[in-house]
Structure formats: C-alpha cells, structure tokens
C-alpha cells in the first residue's frame, strides 16, 4: 500500500517554462515533507522541505506547496533549466518514527533547450 | 570530502552467499540509515539507527542486519542472499530529524 504516490511518472517541460511536480500522501500522520532530485548512478539530493505547520516554503527557483486537506503538496521550479532535467522523488515523515522517510515512486523530469 | 560514502559501488555474487556493504559519513550526524531501490525505482527505508535506537522496517527479512561500529559507520550484512535481493542499496544519515543526506549507491547483483 503506497501512502506517497506521485501519479506522473515523467514530465516534459520547456526550458524557462514552470515545471509543476505533483505528490499525494494518505497518511495523515506525516508531518514533515521533502523533495529529493536524483541522476543517474547517483544518491538522491535533498532539495527542499515543508513542515505540515506550513503551506509554502520557498528556496530560490524552488517553491513547495502543502495543501494538507486535500494530502498534496507540489514542487514548482521557476523557470525551468536544462540541468534541472532528472528524477524528482517526494518523501515524507512521520515524528517519531525514527526520522525514516517515505518516498513516491519518482517523476522523471525533462527539460527541453 | 565526500559526505556520505559507501563501498563497494557494485557487488555481484552468487545466490547463498553472505556479503557486507559498508557505509561512512564526515558530517558529524548522529542518525543512520538504509534504503533499498528496487527494479520499479521505488526507494523503501530499511533501518534507522542511532546510538540509542535501532528502528527496523517490519517487511525487511532478518537475513539483513545493520552493524554500527561507532557514530560514522552503519554496515550492512545480507546472509544467504536471494535473487531477489537485486538492487541499488543506500545509505543515508541525518542530524536528529533533520534533512537525510544520501550516499552514491551501491549496486547488488545476485545470480
């Protein structure tokens, strides 16, 4: 039973456009949310979080919204570059739960020059 | 300075066997963990261990088990290794509840 389900297994996306990574959780008990970038024969690079305490949370072209009512969050890259072209991972948290995190199955991003 | 590394990058081995995957950070964390990727791309969270606690993923088989020498190290032994066990294997750590800071991967082929 997946409780953090990203339905868009890929996106493509013009470079300098908005890129608008989507993630759905069913577990009302996470608390803390994150986005994860990854390439290639590479580990997963933290990118941004929001707490549940929070509806946005913004680091430069990265903006992450939390709409806890309806268990979503999404990651808005603004504007997009050809080097944000890899595999977005959303994860989230449960508090006490020994920081473990609970990742989406990935939306790989593609960004066209 | 590498902040999370892991060793060996790739393992290949045959089934039944025992092997170990070993994992170092020099951040100063005081939380470790291992995430399997398996052939879907899905990430799963095995272990979370600090030096209080050890907090284990229940669908993880017992044939695995983390080994923490000390703060900087969480190792990984798998005992009579399955096909199934094929996957990218990696490590991470963390201050507290803070951001998980992951390591390169390590690759583990059982034929």
């Known amino acids: 039973d997946q409780q953090v389900k990203q339905n868009s297994p890929s996106l493509s996306v013009q470079e300098g456009r908005i890129s608008i990574l989507n993630c759905d959780y069913t577990n009302s008990m996470f608390d803390y949310f994150l986005w994860y970038k990854k390439y290639p024969a590479e580990g997963p690079t933290f990118l941004i979080s929001i707490s549940s305490i929070k509806d946005k949370n913004e680091d430069g072209r990265f903006t992450v919204f939390l709409n806890k009512s309806a268990k979503h969050l999404s990651l808005h890259i603004v504007p997009s570059q050809p080097g944000d072209s890899a595999v977005y991972f959303c994860a989230a948290q449960r508090n006490n739960a020994g920081n473990m995190l609970t990742f989406g199955g990935g939306t790989r991003l593609m960004v066209k020059p | 300075d590498t902040a999370v590394s892991q060793t060996p990058k790739y393992l290949v081995t045959q089934m039944g066997n025992d092997k170990s995957i070993k994992c170092e950070q020099n951040l100063g964390h005081d939380t470790m963990y291992w995430y399997k990727q398996d052939s879907k791309k899905f990430l799963k969270i095995m272990f979370s261990y600090n030096n209080k606690e050890l907090i284990i993923n229940e669908t993880v088989p017992n044939r695995f088990s983390p080994k923490s020498p000390d703060k900087a190290h969480l190792n990984l032994h798998i005992n009579s290794l399955e096909l199934g066990d094929s996957a990218v294997y990696f490590c991470?750590?963390?201050?507290?509840?803070?951001?998980?800071?992951f390591g390169p991967g390590t690759r583990l082929t059982v034929t």
């Open positions: 991470a750590s963390s201050l507290r509840t803070y951001e998980q800071y």
